[in-house]
């Protein structure tokens, strides 16, 4: 049951997702090397797109009320931090999604995410090949290391319904 002051769920894909993270990272790796923009925010081209857009469809069918696509213009992007890319910016996805899937390839020991919602934030630490699904409103922060890397990647659903009715709030 989601709780509604704090609406983010959780989930591990581990067992969908280990047999490919190797892949993932190398494509990555490429997209950030091609990246002419911002270098830690950047597209991800990666063949997998289809398969990770599957999985978030499926497990967001399974916790959220009915949706409808508005379309189906799937992008992932890759926030990617280390040691030269030590930003912590609050944001949300109003104008891009209703759905925000954030899935988490690696992490770092006490660098997770704060959300905000109603003046209320709190703080959700994630674990490798964690998913988390929100409303594209929920502002949040991802927390970066000055030392360590942080790969996670962005994918969003524009939905005909509001969030508010999405997500039961």
């Given at each position: 049951?989601?709780?509604?002051?704090?609406?983010?769920?959780?989930?591990?894909?581990?067992?969908?997702?280990?047999?490919?993270?190797?892949?993932?990272?190398?494509?990555?790796?490429?997209?950030?090397?091609?990246?002419?923009?911002?270098?830690?925010?950047?597209?991800?081209?990666?063949?997998?797109k289809d398969y990770l857009?599957?999985?978030?469809?499926?497990?967001?069918?399974?916790?959220?009320?009915?949706?409808?696509?508005?379309?189906?213009?799937?992008?992932?992007?890759?926030?990617?931090?280390?040691?030269?890319?030590?930003?912590?910016?609050?944001?949300?996805?109003?104008?891009?999604?209703?759905?925000?899937?954030?899935?988490?390839?690696?992490?770092?020991?006490?660098?997770?995410?704060?959300?905000?919602?109603?003046?209320?934030?709190?703080?959700?630490?994630?674990?490798?090949?964690?998913?988390?699904?929100?409303?594209?409103?929920?502002?949040?922060?991802?927390?970066?290391?000055?030392?360590?890397?942080?790969?996670?990647?962005?994918?969003?659903?524009?939905?005909?319904?509001?969030?508010?009715?999405?997500?039961?709030?």
């Amino acid at each position: 049951m989601l709780n509604k002051s704090r609406p983010v769920y959780k989930l591990n894909l581990k067992k969908q997702l280990k047999n490919k993270k190797e892949e993932l990272i190398k494509d990555i790796l490429n997209s950030k090397h091609k990246d002419t923009g911002s270098g830690y925010n950047f597209r991800l081209f990666t063949k997998y797109k289809d398969y990770l857009y599957d999985l978030f469809i499926k497990e967001s069918k399974k916790i959220l009320n009915p949706f409808t696509f508005k379309d189906k213009n799937f992008k992932v992007w890759c926030y990617f931090s280390g040691p030269a890319d030590h930003r912590t910016l609050w944001h949300s996805h109003t104008k891009t999604a209703n759905i925000n899937c954030v899935i988490y390839l690696q992490t770092i020991k006490d660098y997770g995410v704060e959300f905000e919602l109603y003046q209320q934030a709190w703080y959700v630490e994630p674990k490798n090949f964690d998913m988390l699904i929100f409303p594209g409103f929920l502002s949040h922060r991802p927390m970066t290391s000055s030392t360590q890397q942080r790969i996670s990647l962005n994918l969003e659903l524009r939905c005909e319904e509001n969030e508010k009715d999405i997500f039961g709030l």
